[in-house]
């Protein structure tokens, strides 16, 4: 039988030391539960499209120990937020333990070391995500009718490199901060 960490953590004396014990691990063994099997193949929706969609992979994934999988061919959530011209970014996707897809932005750099990750739920899984690099005319403003077309000539100089797609697979949690 499975035992809970809390409980484990009942035999520490102090119970606030128990309390910060337990607040410490959680977020690590709730990534050990959130992971996906295989990747979801990340592929733009269509030409001139705003939106992101899974390929030819149904993915399967673990959350907070509870199975789910996305099916072929679904639309992940839009893209929100604005790169400025020059700049590199990432938007991650993930999905939680009730299957609700979201797209996250990272912080801008001026390189692509630079970039940083956004805060994202230890409880939800990383499905992949898309680095872009704005080389063209103007920003890139997700979701936006002309500004946030994936495999714009204006906006990226060459959309099949300035626009990358990353499949993940199993444990990740790029943001966590270690020192």
Not at 47 to 52: F, I, P, Q, R, T
Not at 147 to 154: E, F, H, K, R, W
């Amino acid at each position: 039988m499975l035992t809970p960490i809390i409980q484990r953590l009942k035999s520490v004396v102090d119970p606030a030391i128990s309390y910060a014990i337990y607040l410490l691990l959680k977020p690590a063994f709730e990534r050990f539960r959130t992971f996906t099997f295989n990747s979801p193949v990340l592929v733009i929706k269509a030409a001139g499209g705003l939106l992101v969609k899974t390929g030819a992979n149904v993915c399967h994934y673990v959350v907070k120990g509870k199975n789910g999988q996305i099916a072929t061919a679904t639309d992940m959530a839009a893209l929100s937020g604005t790169v400025a011209n020059g700049a590199y970014n990432i938007f991650v996707f993930t999905v939680n333990s009730a299957g609700t897809l979201a797209a996250t932005m990272g912080t801008a750099g001026a390189t692509e070391a630079a970039v940083k990750w956004p805060k994202l739920n230890s409880e939800h899984a990383i499905l992949g995500f898309i680095k872009i690099h704005v080389t063209g005319t103007g920003d890139f403003i997700g979701n936006h009718a002309t500004s946030g077309v994936l495999d714009s000539a204006t906006i990226f100089t060459t959309p099949s490199t300035d626009v990358q797609y990353i499949n993940t697979v199993g444990s990740m949690f790029p943001p966590a901060v270690i020192d």
